[in-house]
């Protein structure tokens, strides 16, 4: 994929969370593993790509005005030799997502598998079945689509599903950006004409082929960030001067959660020695273990 000066930044921000997303055009990178970052596996059994734009959204209990009550579903991260993360999670605002997390860890599935992706100011990855970014399917089988929210952001410490061609499996990310963000910088118009530009792209291509749903994938990526920066619910500037994050991922990619306990963790694993894996710097030089994932109500 050439990337176009008009929105350089935010097609790179992308491209760090997608499969195939490089100097290379999406047909000879479906094939790249080394480029993978969610599940190379991805299933093209449901042709649909993430949800459309007007399909956003914009009610249930997320990250934006976060609030820790009884009852609320934890997940529980246990990292060997750094501590302790504690998230809530969203079922109102991503049903399928906390579904599948939830299963998975439950079987057990987390469970010695490895942060394999690390990088400081953006975010960490981990829950792939092979520890490098490939293999694995969701609990049921197969894969889902992406469930975007206005509610849910992509704050410091958000839990969010990675995934290949907006499709979703096992593997989660964590935002680790402290850095302010202002998303009022980011032009819509320009954001709905790069999506337009991948148009002839995604046409050029059988409707259900990989290359289709990826470029079909951006195009709707692109328009749901446009919308959401323009239509942003009160309080989400702000938030992001504050406290935050990755706005440039929003609208392509589930916020399931967000972490409220073991953010000094999340800091010392964003802090770790990295190497090459690929292009990228990013492949912790030791390896990062997720001892265990569990499921438990917050009593309050």
Same mark, same amino acid.
């Given at each position: ?58 009610? %249930? +209990? !997320? ?7 009884? @009852? =609320?579903?934890?997940? #529980?991260? &246990? ?19 906390v579904d599948n997390f939830i299963k998975l860890a439950e079987q057990g599935y987390y469970n010695g598998k490895t942060i394999h992706r690390v ?11 092979? %520890? +490098? !970014? ?7 089988? @197969? =894969?889902?689509?992406? #469930?975007? &929210?206005?509610?849910?952001?992509h704050f410091y410490g958000a839990l969010c599903y990675a995934n290949a061609a907006g499709r979703n499996t096992t593997q989660f990310y964590i935002v680790n950006n402290k850095k302010p963000q202002d998303f009022t910088q980011l032009p819509p118009a320009n ?11 995604? +046409? ?97």
């Open positions: 994929m050439k990337i176009r000066n008009t929105l350089a930044a935010v097609i790179a921000a992308c491209c760090l969370l997608t499969v195939g997303c490089s100097s290379k055009e999406a047909d000879e990178s479906s094939n790249n593993s080394s480029s993978a970052v969610a599940d190379e596996n991805s299933s093209a059994e449901d042709n649909s790509s993430i949800v459309d734009s007007s399909e956003i959204g914009k009610s %249930g +209990d !997320g990250n934006l005005n976060f609030e820790l009550k009884a @009852g =609320d579903t934890i997940a #529980e991260f &246990n990292i060997e030799g750094y501590g302790t993360i504690k998230a809530k999670l969203f079922p109102e605002i991503a049903p399928k997502g990088m400081a100011d953006f975010m960490l990855q981990g829950g792939s079945l092979n %520890g +490098d !970014g490939t293999g694995g399917e969701a609990a049921d089988g @197969g =894969d889902f689509g992406v #469930e975007p &929210n206005y509610n849910a952001r954001i709905r004409a790069s999506a337009d530009s991948y148009k002839p792209y995604r +046409d050029a291509y059988a409707e259900g082929s990989f290359e289709y749903q990826y470029y079909d994938n951006m195009v709707t990526y692109y328009s749901n960030l446009a919308e959401m920066i323009e239509n942003a619910l009160d309080g989400t500037e702000d938030k992001y001067k504050a406290e935050g994050g990755t706005p440039t991922l929003d609208g392509g990619y589930t916020v399931f959660g967000q972490v409220y306990e073991g953010l000094d963790v999340i800091d010392a694993i964003s802090a770790c020695e990295v190497e090459a894996r690929g292009n990228e710097l990013s492949k912790p030089v030791d390896t990062i273990t997720i001892t265990s994932v569990t499921i438990s109500e917050y009593a309050g």
